[in-house]
């Protein structure tokens, strides 16, 4: 069974993403004073008293709004009302009782679910007491005072969540799930393929660039395989990142690479590949991902021909020449074209990144490629090659022991990479070459 969910909800800018940032113990969801700014449900895992469960920060819920994205975080929030074991409905001190809070009220009483009313921006509860007893007029129950800013009263809160949580419920996840981040571009399609591979409307969808702000885990199932999909805000060019909202986004995109094991970088097949692409690609190449390129919008491209995506892919791999390894899909996120080798695909660099190769062949595919390519020498010295080791996975991550680190130049590693590649394809993933000094009376030379 899956751990419990809480959902922090309310109208906007009461302090739900200052709640949520405490209770996760770091900065995942936006926080800035202007209403709306968390627009998609944020997940984080919350460890409290013995208990495991995950909190849900939603966009605040205007009932009665026409605005399309207002409308959307509404229908989010009911999403995450829906799918929670217990819900707390936040509401602001400073602002007093207003009528959007008497309608989130209804609409949380018509769920059915345990709901704990919290009094947010309650940092001196002896002179502010009179205030918080105003919000009993919401029918909710008794009222939690707490200040989200200065963590007060939060392990109160955390009492009365838990207290409706089935023990029976609590089982610690048996297996390391998968984790893949869609990257790219402003509105290229990337929650619209999340979207496609749920079945549900997931993600906010919208013709705005930048509509999706934070990074979202979603949690999808393929043929009885799980696998979380991370979907991350567009990135813009520092040029157009004028708000500090962007700039948050950007190193929450970062961070969402970093803690994937595979980044699907999606293109908009129309407009085509651009340098911003390369530079998006170029944070998952750096970091040592698997990545996949999805070629998205491909049923939108008008005259195709017989050698279209092999005329596309080749300007692809010109574009991305250092990303030679990764696997390229066409696909479609509006019709579902191919999207199932999607799953094959990321299997396919799962499997690679994990590899383990014995250290007796590799010294073998090593002395074989010193045999057709001698090193590289500089003013008389040659560099000497005595063993090579993998060390690591998640890159699969080798380290070739050497005379001197010096003499060794780029080009030639790379040469020693391409050799490896040969012989175990590693398709879709990153290597790592590492080069350390061993001196000559350490280890026999296999180049002598």
């Not at 409290?48 to 995950?54: A, E, K, N, R």
């Amino acid at each position: 069974m899956s751990r419990p969910i809480v959902a922090i909800v309310g109208r906007p800018n009461v302090g739900k993403s200052t709640l949520f940032n405490a209770l996760a113990g770091k900065k995942i969801s936006i926080i800035e004073d202007t209403p709306g700014v968390t627009r998609d449900r944020i997940y984080a895992d919350v460890d409290w008293s013995g208990y495991h469960f995950t909190i849900i920060d939603t966009g605040g819920i205007e009932p009665e709004s026409s605005d399309v994205i207002l409308s959307q975080m509404r229908e989010q929030a009911q999403i995450a009302i829906d799918t929670a074991q217990v819900i707390i409905f936040m509401v602001d001190l400073r602002s007093g009782v207003q009528d959007a809070d008497g309608k989130v009220a209804d609409m949380l009483r018509k769920s059915g679910k345990p709901v704990i009313l919290c009094v947010n921006a309650v940092d001196n509860y002896v002179k502010q007491e009179p205030y918080v007893y105003e919000f009993y007029e919401l029918g909710i129950g008794d009222p939690v005072p707490i200040s989200a800013a200065n963590r007060q009263g939060i392990g109160d809160l955390l009492d009365q969540v838990t207290a409706y949580f089935d023990e029976a419920a609590e089982e610690e996840e048996a297996q390391e799930i998968p984790r893949i981040a869609i990257v790219g571009k402003p509105n290229v399609g990337k929650s619209s393929l999340i979207n496609k591979l749920t079945g549900e409307g997931r993600l906010i969808v919208s013709d705005i660039a930048g509509t999706t702000r934070d990074a979202i885990d979603t949690s999808v199932k393929y043929q009885g395989r799980e696998y979380i999909f991370i979907d991350t805000a567009g990135l813009r060019r520092k040029s157009r990142i004028k708000e500090e909202l962007e700039h948050y986004t950007v190193i929450r995109t970062v961070a969402a690479v970093d803690r994937a094991d595979v980044v699907v970088l999606v293109i908009d097949a129309v407009e085509g590949i651009s340098e911003q692409d390369a530079k998006i690609a170029g944070i998952a190449h750096e970091r040592g991902k698997g990545i996949v390129i999805a070629v998205n919008k491909w049923d939108a491209v008008a005259d195709k021909e017989t050698n279209s995506t092999r005329d596309y892919e080749k300007e692809v791999r010109r574009i991305l020449s250092y990303l030679s390894y990764a696997e390229i899909l066409f696909i479609s996120a509006l019709t579902g074209q191919r999207l199932h080798r999607l799953f094959a695909t990321v299997d396919m660099v799962l499997e690679n990144q994990t590899r383990r190769i014995p250290t007796g062949v590799l010294n073998e595919i090593m002395t074989e490629a010193v045999a057709l390519q001698a090193p590289p020498t500089d003013k008389g010295r040659r560099l000497k090659l005595f063993y090579i080791t993998q060390v690591a996975v998640k890159p699969p991550t080798f380290v070739i022991f050497v005379n001197d680190k010096e003499l060794m130049h780029f080009s030639y590693l790379r040469y020693i990479e391409n050799q490896i590649r040969q012989s175990f394809a590693f398709k879709g993933t990153a290597l790592k070459l590492i080069v350390r000094e061993r001196s000559e009376r350490d280890r026999t030379t296999i180049n002598s």
